[in-house]
């Protein structure tokens, strides 16, 4: 096989190029993020379980008191994680650009690839069998040749293919990237809404 044939066969099955570096830290930052949600949630499930019971209680200003400190460490944990939505919806929106970014670059890449294969087949093609047998080297190198177009023919409908799936593929992560954008609008707004529990009354003392 000569020169050009080998750069082509090179070109044909060269795989996907992706950056994984980039992606592996934007996981972990979720992944930590999830985390602190979740260490977030249980203690906001203990003061409510405190909430609860106290209301259970006979009602005193002790008891009134408790409820209400309880009540504003669960809406300090409530903000936080609140937060925490909105700095992970932060990173899986970057993730998603970057998706994006890389997904439209794979796509000009599997395209000028293809080109490169069709303008390598039409040129096979304008030539006649006889006219590769007398440029080839020996029979054995005729024949490497005949399979590298069947090779390069079979090539144009996987790459065909990939590109269907990585336009699938970013179409998917536009969907997704503008559903974070109005899911962080609305941490957002959530985080700004006001939700101060009611200070305790002093329990009614019976008339003497």
């Given at each position: 096989?000569?020169?050009?044939?080998?750069?082509?066969?090179?070109?044909?099955?060269?795989?996907?190029?992706?950056?994984?570096?980039?992606?592996?830290?934007?996981?972990?930052?979720?992944?930590?993020?999830?985390?602190?949600?979740?260490?977030?949630?249980?203690?906001?499930?203990?003061?409510?379980?405190?909430?609860?019971?106290?209301?259970?209680?006979?009602?005193?200003?002790?008891?009134?008191?408790?409820?209400?400190?309880?009540?504003?460490?669960?809406?300090?944990?409530?903000?936080?994680?609140?937060?925490?939505?909105?700095?992970?919806?932060?990173?899986?929106?970057?993730?998603?650009?970057?998706?994006?970014?890389?997904?439209?670059?794979?796509?000009?890449?599997?395209?000028?690839?293809?080109?490169?294969?069709?303008?390598?087949?039409?040129?096979?093609?304008?030539?006649?069998?006889?006219?590769?047998?007398?440029?080839?080297?020996?029979?054995?190198?005729?024949?490497?040749?005949?399979?590298?177009?069947?090779?390069?023919?079979?090539?144009?409908?996987?790459?065909?293919?990939?590109?269907?799936?990585?336009?699938?593929?970013?179409?998917?992560?536009?969907?997704?990237?503008?559903?974070?954008?109005?899911?962080?609008?609305?941490?957002?707004?959530?985080?700004?809404?006001?939700?101060?529990?009611?200070?305790?009354?002093?329990?009614?003392?019976?008339n003497t």
């Open positions: 096989m000569n020169r050009k044939a080998i750069i082509f066969f090179v070109i044909l099955f060269l795989p996907l190029i992706t950056q994984g570096d980039v992606v592996d830290d934007l996981n972990k930052q979720i992944q930590e993020q999830e985390s602190k949600r979740i260490e977030l949630e249980k203690k906001a499930k203990e003061y409510e379980v405190v909430i609860n019971q106290k209301q259970g209680e006979i009602k005193t200003l002790n008891n009134q008191v408790a409820i209400f400190n309880a009540k504003i460490n669960k809406l300090q944990i409530e903000t936080n994680i609140t937060e925490e939505d909105i700095e992970q919806t932060k990173l899986e929106i970057l993730q998603l650009e970057y998706g994006i970014e890389e997904a439209e670059e794979d796509i000009g890449s599997q395209k000028d690839n293809l080109a490169k294969i069709i303008q390598t087949i039409a040129e096979f093609d304008r030539t006649s069998q006889m006219e590769m047998i007398l440029a080839s080297e020996s029979i054995s190198d005729f024949f490497n040749q005949i399979t590298y177009l069947d090779n390069l023919q079979n090539g144009v409908k996987e790459k065909v293919d990939d590109l269907k799936l990585l336009k699938n593929r970013l179409n998917d992560d536009k969907e997704s990237e503008e559903e974070k954008k109005e899911r962080l609008e609305g941490f957002k707004e959530q985080l700004n809404t006001p939700n101060t529990p009611n200070t305790p009354n002093t329990p009614n003392t019976p």
